[in-house]
Structures are given as C-alpha cells and as structure tokens.
C-alpha cells in the first residue's frame, strides 16, 4: 500500500483522487485539431510539463511503464491497476 499525504490539500489535489467516471474517445484528426489542441494551447504552460518531459525523456516517472516491457497477466503487480481494485 501506498499513501502520499499532501497538506495543505487544494481543490485541485482532492478532486484528482476522488472517483472519476472513465470515458474512451475516439478522436479523429479533426476533432483533435478543432477542440483538443484549442484546449491544451488554453492550459497554463506549466499545466502538463510532466507530459513533455516523458515525451523527452528527461524524466521517467517510477508508474511509467517503458516501451520494450509487457504486463501478459493480470496477476503480475501494475501499478495502474491498483487505483481502480478498491
């Protein structure tokens, strides 16, 4: 088990773990040019870093899982799958 206390907690921090519905988009290039590039250019620059530094390799965050490894069973520890198993 992990635990990772954040205090003092914004609005921010709580909504991330609360329960969230999961959604699956299909997103077409069109879609992707007319409303998620529209949104992502809106974000503050500092909003999704995180995701330019993966993209770069300038950090691996300990949860990634890199592109040459496989998880074939579902026994096998994931660290993905342990939010959802509550």
């Known amino acids: 088990m992990s635990v990772d206390m ?3 907690a914004t609005a ?3 909504a991330k773990a609360e329960d969230q ?4 988009v299909a997103e077409s290039p069109a879609v992707y040019r007319g409303a998620t590039l529209p949104y992502m250019d809106s974000l503050p ?4 870093q995180w995701v ?4 770069e390799k300038k950090v691996r965050p300990a949860s990634s899982i890199s592109p040459s490894s496989r998880v074939n069973r ?3 520890h994931c ?3 342990e939010r ?3």
């Open 12 to 14: 921010k921090h709580i």
């Open 21 to 24: 519905a999961l959604v699956m």
């Open 84 to 86: 959802s198993s509550s």
């Open 74 to 76: 579902r026994d096998e």
């Open 45 to 48: 620059s500092g909003a999704i």
């Open 79 to 81: 660290r993905c799958c």
């Open 6 to 8: 954040i205090h003092p």
């Open 52 to 55: 330019y530094n993966i993209l």
